[in-house]
Nanobody, 125 residues
């Protein structure tokens, strides 16, 4: 069992930055993947970024490449999402999630077994 708690959301002007954190309690092991997803009002939840826990390799959705960066602190059992150059279309609830035993970063929701409660990010122009 893994519990995930996101923090760091808020209201920001377009062009600004935010850093989201996701603290995990429970065991995160080598081939686990930590991912970030987002869901805008009236839309499906979509993959944003993911990182393999031990290897540190990352994968991003095209819409955020070059603007967002995912990282992890193994000692703190925490994953981060640094979001720069934010746009109004980045407005959504952001969720972190964990997938067990993958050798690459999966993008479908169905690969992820545990989810946080989400944190709201609102970008205003």
């Amino acid at each position: 069992q893994v519990q995930l708690v996101e923090s760091g959301g808020g209201l920001v002007q377009a062009g600004g930055s935010l850093r989201l954190s996701c603290a995990a309690s429970g065991r995160i092991v080598g081939n686990d993947v930590m991912g970030w997803f987002r869901q805008a009002p009236g839309k499906e939840r979509n993959f944003v970024a993911g990182i393999r826990w031990n290897a540190g390799s990352t994968y991003y959705a095209d819409s955020v490449k070059g603007r967002f960066a995912i990282s992890r602190d193994i000692a703190k059992n925490t994953v981060y999402l640094q979001m720069n150059s934010l746009k109004p279309e980045d407005t959504a609830i952001y969720y972190c999630a964990t997938a067990h035993n993958y050798y690459s970063v999966p993008t479908p929701e169905s690969a992820y077994a545990y989810w946080g409660q989400g944190t709201q990010v609102t970008v205003v122009s």
